[in-house]
């Protein structure tokens, strides 16, 4: 083999190597891209469920629900006290289960069945 036949092979594997490089660069690029797109779809999903977040908030504040616990400092007495009877009120209520609750609620409903019905006027039927 001669020089230029080296030559030759080393020119061509630069070549191919060029070329395979700018390939691959090519799909990082594309990668690259893509990542960057979906960053900018999430973070704008983000800001939207964020709006909609503070959106919510501002109009169950605005509503004026006395539900949950206020933070404040000065507690009355009286508060302390209902505080603590709701407590106990619920977990007295827990402590019967839902056997008790079921078997109450069916015979309610049964009460609420068993009241006389009118009669009615019209005659059945004899054939």
């Known amino acids: 083999m001669t020089f230029s036949t080296y030559l030759d092979v080393a020119i061509s ?6 070329t395979i490089s700018m390939f691959v660069s090519g799909i990082v690029e594309l990668i690259n891209a893509f990542w960057e797109q979906r960053s900018k779809l999430l973070q704008l999903a983000l800001q939207k469920k964020v709006a ?3 959106y919510l908030q501002t109009n169950i504040d605005a509503l004026h629900l006395s539900i949950g616990w206020e933070l404040t400092t000065n507690i009355t007495v009286y508060q302390w006290i209902t505080r603590v009877l709701g407590w106990l009120l619920t977990i007295a209520a827990l402590s019967f ?3 008790f609750w079921f078997d109450l609620l069916v015979k309610l409903v049964n009460i609420r069945n ?5 009669q009615s006027s019209v005659v059945p039927d004899s054939r």
């Open 13 to 18: 594997l630069v070549f191919v190597f060029f």
């Open 52 to 54: 909609y977040l503070s």
């Open 97 to 99: 289960g839902a056997p």
């Open 114 to 118: 068993t009241a006389r019905r009118p």
